[in-house]
Nanobody, 122 residues
Framework: HVQLQACGGGLVQAGSSLRLSCSGS????????MAWFRQAPGKEREFVAL????????LYADSVKGRFTISKDGAQNMMSLQMSNLEPEDTAVYYC???????????????WGRGTLVTVSS
């Protein structure tokens, strides 16, 4: 039974950095794709970044490209999202998810962790 848990959120000022982590249990390796999504108040859940576990190939949403970095660490049992130059528009609940298909669509992910709140003040 795959379980995911995102942590590391908090309240920060614009321009600062924050690192989120996603701890997982179960078989999330091999051909798995791990991704970060976020959902701001009143908005749909949107794609942030993903990483293919086997190759470390990554994909980023245009809104975070150049500012966020997704990576895997902790003996491949943890995924991280390093966020830099944070903006108020980045304020959202951030979720980590696991899927098989290379996709930026939430529906293609089978396992979701409980989100962690990131609040960026101006």
């Amino acid at each position: 039974h795959v379980q995911l848990q995102a942590c590391g959120g908090g309240l920060v000022q614009a321009g600062s950095s924050l690192r989120l982590s996603c701890s997982g249990s179960g078989r999330i390796y091999s051909s798995a794709v791990m991704a970060w999504f976020r959902q701001a108040p009143g908005k749909e859940r949107e794609f942030v970044a993903l990483i293919r576990w086997s190759t470390s190939r990554t994909l980023y949403a245009d809104s975070v490209k150049g500012r966020f970095t997704i990576s895997k660490d902790g003996a491949q049992n943890m995924m991280s999202l390093q966020m830099s130059n944070l903006e108020p528009e980045d304020t959202a609940v951030y979720y980590c998810a696991r899927g098989i298909q290379w996709s930026s669509q939430p529906a293609d992910y089978n396992y979701w962790g409980r989100g962690t709140l990131v609040t960026v003040s101006s």
